[in-house]
């Protein structure tokens, strides 16, 4: 078969545009993908941006730290130097002031130093004796409203710690001053909602609700300490800490760096934050504050505080911390949450029916999501916990050694450099932010074209093309079987 | 009477374990140098960079452009063959 030219370019055409419609469907499956475009961003997530400007905002890396203890405690021999060194500069200023001056503000916040360091040293009576002795002599001076914050606040620490043991066998005046000691930390917290940036407000939510829970402790295995219910299902799976959709699809991520170099109040990123608490029947059962659910970082951040400045590691602490968890989707988190509070299983209710209980809650929750990540070794996993506790609690112990070394030494407390030779040798205990608090993009500026398979579409209509050509060449250069020519 | 006293001690006690580590925020000198290197343990870099340059990511991509290179070959040879016909 002979062909002109203008009609064989014509043929291998139609052959190129058939194998490039063929290719199209090849590339379609993914066989030969375009080159990637664009770059690899990072940006913020919600919860980055904190509940009030300049406050602190939540990293997963806190809630890993404070279930392995790895952060820095005082001992007892620096409260014990620092109640000394007090005593001393209070008794120096009382001669200095003149009839009729006021105290200054350094006279009162050595008195919140004197008593937060009695109460470190487990002697809580005494220490909300020297604050109502201090808020006597604010109220009798004049003071009002925010004055009186740090007042109010450590008052009402130390009543609360002070008179619980009393009140629950029955003791009348002890329970009145539990009560007291409650409504001084609501008066904080009305006085200044911003202080702790806002954390403070869920200690007065664990009070209340292990207050509710002596009158009924079945509470305790109904909710946790903020009201997020126990006996839901919960499949963390499929749950994040933020809306990704949005934050991703109309740029919010992108905006929240711009906002974070001079952060507002009343920003719209917070209503992307997950929220967790304050459950069903929570109000009718417990008489809080707390009353519905909120921004999942706040209880964190509030529980993360009560951890590492209050008394420490709680079960019920860190129960909530695992429900949480489990409720943004952090399920590493979540697992070494219950595995910390099955821990101290011993100390989250007298009753041993509903410390069973607790393990068994918490157990069950470990094994949802170990089903959900049947490749890793949980056994591992767990040794891996215990080897990252025993290390937070070591640097917890030398920690203190080096303080009682430094002080018996005669160095000062309140020397800058006091810690540089112990950082120097053990280095920084915090983790560091890992991609669990990042948002990851690939930014793509020519994100409106399609994104067309052209390598396969070239590749076949190019085969396609050739083939045809080269059956073309062929046949036109077979010889003529039929003779034209007379015999 | 002794083991609803007992009991009551003991869930007392329990109690100011419970409640004294809801000895949350006790505001002393401590507390504003405690906030600010809790702040300053936890920055975040948030960085930016060129599309992933993994392994399986430039294989794919020397397979893509192998794929358009050959292609393209091939379209220029099946034009030069058809050209270069015997008339």
């Known amino acids: 078969m002979h062909l002109s030219k203008p009609k064989a370019l014509g043929l291998i055409s139609i052959a190129g545009f058939v194998g490039l419609i063929i290719g199209g469907c090849a590339g379609l499956h993914g066989w030969f993908s375009p080159p990637a475009r664009g770059h690899i961003k990072e940006f913020p997530l919600p919860h980055h941006v904190a509940q009030y400007p300049a406050g602190v905002s939540l990293r997963f890396a806190m809630v890993h730290d404070v279930l392995t203890e790895r952060f820095a405690k005082h001992g007892k021999a620096y409260y014990r130097k620092r109640n000394r060194l007090v005593d001393n500069e209070l008794q120096e200023l009382k001669p200095k002031r003149k009839p009729g001056e006021n105290p200054s503000d350094r006279y009162f916040a050595l008195l919140d130093d004197q008593g937060a360091g009695l109460e470190a040293l487990g002697d809580s009576d005494g220490a909300a004796r020297v604050l109502r002795a201090k808020l006597r002599e604010q109220e009798a001076l004049g003071y009002k409203s925010k004055q009186l914050y740090t007042t109010y606040a450590n008052l009402g620490t130390f009543l609360i710690h002070g008179n619980f043991v009393k009140a629950r066998t029955g003791d009348l005046s002890a329970k009145e001053q539990l009560r007291e000691g409650l409504s001084f930390i609501h008066k904080s917290i009305e006085v200044n909602p911003e202080a702790h940036f806002g954390r403070e407000v869920w200690q007065a939510v664990a009070v209340e609700f292990m207050l509710a829970a002596i009158d009924d402790p079945g509470l305790l295995m109904k909710y946790d300490m903020v009201g997020n219910r126990l006996d839901q299902t919960i499949d963390p799976s499929g749950l994040r800490a933020f809306n990704a959709e949005d934050w991703g699809r109309f740029g919010m991520g992108r905006d929240a760096v711009r906002y974070l170099e001079n952060p507002q109040p009343n920003n719209p990123y917070r209503g992307m934050i997950t929220k967790v608490g304050a459950a069903d029947d929570w109000n009718k059962a417990v008489n809080t504050s707390h009353s519905k659910p909120v921004p999942f970082d706040e209880p964190t951040l509030g529980i993360i505080g009560m951890w590492r400045l209050g008394g420490g590691a709680n079960p019920h602490f860190a129960l909530a911390l695992g429900e949480i968890m489990m409720r943004v989707g952090q399920r590493f988190l979540a697992w070494t949450a219950y595995e910390r509070a099955v821990g101290m299983a011993d100390r989250f209710w007298p009753d041993s029916g509903i410390q069973e209980k607790f393990v068994e809650h918490c157990r069950k929750r470990q094994s949802i999501i170990e089903k959900q990540l049947p490749s890793e070794s949980w056994t591992e996993r767990r040794q891996q916990f215990q080897d990252e506790l025993d290390f937070g609690r070591r640097y917890q112990a030398d920690y203190q050694d080096y303080e009682a070394k430094q002080i018996k030494g005669g160095a000062s407390i309140e020397d800058s450099h006091f810690y540089d030779a112990f950082h120097a040798k053990h280095g920084p205990i915090a983790s560091p932010v890992g991609q669990e608090d990042k948002f990851v993009i690939n930014e793509d500026p020519y994100h409106w074209m399609p994104s067309v398979p052209y390598p396969a579409m070239l590749l076949f209509a190019g085969l396609f093309a050739f083939v045809a050509a080269c059956l073309l060449r062929v046949t036109s250069s077979a010889p003529n079987m039929v003779s034209t020519s007379p015999p | ?87």
């Open chain 2, 1 to 87: 009477m002794r083991q609803l006293l007992s009991g009551g001690f003991l869930s007392g006690m329990l109690m100011i374990i419970l409640t004294g580590s809801a000895a949350a925020c006790i505001n002393d000198r401590e507390v504003a140098n405690s906030e600010r290197e809790f702040k300053s343990h936890y920055k975040t870099n948030y960085q930016e960079q060129p599309s992933i340059e993994s392994p399986e990511h430039l294989k794919n991509q020397l397979l893509a452009y192998g794929a358009t290179g050959l292609g393209s070959v091939l379209l220029l040879g099946s034009v030069v063959v058809t050209l270069k016909r015997p008339s």
